[in-house]
């Protein structure tokens, strides 16, 4: 609430949220910036777009007129859609996985030291830094050592 005792508007208290001595303009290329790195076939949620202001990344995005900003790849925190069907439209076609309504975050989120190594991966196993590629068929698929079970 503000001093007056009106409620702040959504978008008022978003744009309150910017970050200490940097403008506006400055955030919201920030933003951007973020939202181009996220590779096709993957998706960010707007917290990690902006964080500890999700809906600043939002009012940016809403703000944006520049089409080639790939806006589609950011989704809410649960892979729910914002802008609907279209949204949707355009993550099928880059082949985001999505169980039932919702984008499949465990498959198609794609981690923040992948987006600072400009990752450009095509598969939906991503190894993390220092970690040995799994060979193709090895293993049992559980994650867990393939031994000799109890007799």
């Not at 970050?19 to 506006?24: A, E, I, M, S």
């Not at 960010?44 to 809403?62: M, N």
């Not at 949707?88 to 190594?117: K, Q």
Request: hydrophobic share 35%.
């Amino acid at each position: 609430m503000r001093a007056t005792g009106r409620p702040e508007t959504v978008r008022a208290r978003a744009r309150s949220a910017i970050l200490p001595g940097v403008t506006r303009r400055d955030r919201a290329q920030m933003i951007l910036a973020r939202v181009r790195a996220v590779p096709e076939g993957f998706v960010r949620t707007y917290g990690d777009v902006s964080p500890g202001a999700p809906r600043v990344a939002g009012a940016v995005l809403a703000d944006c007129e520049d089409p080639d900003v790939p806006w589609h790849r950011i989704v809410r925190a649960d892979g729910s859609l914002a802008k609907g069907e279209r949204q949707r439209r355009l993550l099928l076609g880059e082949g985001v996985p999505f169980r039932g309504e919702r984008v499949d975050m465990r498959a198609a989120r794609i981690p923040d030291w992948a987006v600072a190594a400009g990752a450009r991966t095509t598969s939906r196993r991503r190894e993390r830094p220092g970690q040995a590629p799994r060979a193709a068929g090895a293993g049992n698929g559980s994650g867990r050592p393939v031994g000799r079970g109890p007799s």
